[in-house]
């Protein structure tokens, strides 16, 4: 096997696009701070950052390979076809995860400890006790995901700020659309791994209702928080567009409850929080 073709599976276990995401957001956080680092400094503490959320998600996987031998989704993956052993994944991972705490801890204390609170909440609390017994982990998996933006600005203010909560909790509610969409369309590879997702529980109405009312719930705060930071006018208009969009998106999703318009709002809901997050950045 070619070294290319190993590191391509190597990148598989960190989930880069999710991964990505998490880092775009906690930059979006500091620059809405008012920055202050210099370049090296910057890319020094995202770097630690990046590091423990890979390492974390190649854990999972080393975790839940039993369940993604079962699934469709994610029956290819590097550990369930054997590419890369369970043993391997986990030095891997945890020296992602040693390597970036060591960083963060260097670059701040409170940075380091909230990465670290990412970190046990996504591979203690969800993937190891929550994930397989209760179709509420989602809450602590969006938990998880909201570090990261909490740490952004932790960077800068060197304090867990009001603001700071809010994109944190923006986050946590804008997390269970991409799960639960996910859930919904592959309902029967969650029953036959024995996984109890929101829609198998509660049914896939109540799940789109659920999801409706988080992305009203995210948008809100997230317009809020572009108030709280005197942002520009043009990005408040684009924001109180987005917001209005967002409500008719999602009272078509509870009114007349579709896989077409969970779909729709499902991408609408990731543009929103992607262009909101820019508006913040720039």
Do not use: C
Not at 45 to 59: D, H, K, V
Not at 105 to 119: E, P
Not at 257 to 263: C, D, I, M, Y
């Amino acid at each position: 096997m070619s070294i290319l073709a190993i590191i391509r599976f190597y990148i598989q276990l960190i989930k880069t696009p999710q991964t990505g995401l998490l880092i775009f957001t906690a930059f979006a956080a500091y620059r809405s701070a008012g920055g202050g680092l210099d370049v090296w400094n910057l890319m020094f503490a995202l770097a630690g950052m990046l590091f423990a959320i890979s390492g974390t998600t190649a854990l999972n996987m080393v975790f839940d390979r039993d369940i993604d031998a079962v699934m469709a989704r994610t029956k290819n993956r590097p550990i369930p076809k054997g590419i890369i052993t369970p043993k391997t994944a986990s030095i891997f991972g945890w020296t992602l995860i040693i390597a970036g705490s060591l960083i963060n801890f260097w670059m701040s204390w409170l940075y380091g400890l909230v990465i670290t609170a990412g970190v046990f909440f996504d591979l203690v609390v969800y993937t190891i006790w929550l994930k397989r017994k209760s179709p509420w982990s989602i809450v602590f998996g969006g938990l998880s995901g909201g570090m990261p933006i909490l740490a952004g600005r932790v960077l800068v203010t060197e304090q867990i700020d009001f603001i700071g909560i809010l994109l944190m909790l923006a986050i946590v509610l804008w997390i269970p659309t991409h799960i639960l969409t996910m859930a919904m369309n592959h309902s029967k590879d969650y029953k036959l791994a024995g996984v109890p997702t929101f829609p198998n529980v509660f049914g896939f109405n109540s799940a789109r209702i659920f999801i409706a009312v988080t992305n009203l719930f995210a948008a809100g705060i997230l317009l809020t928080v572009g108030y709280l930071l005197q942002i520009n006018h043009s990005g408040i208009v684009a924001m109180r567009i987005g917001s209005l969009i967002m409500l008719i998106l999602s009272l078509r999703l509870i009114l007349k409850p579709s896989e077409k318009a969970n779909f729709t709002l499902f991408k609408y809901a990731s543009l929103f929080m992607a262009g909101a997050m820019l508006v913040f950045a720039l």
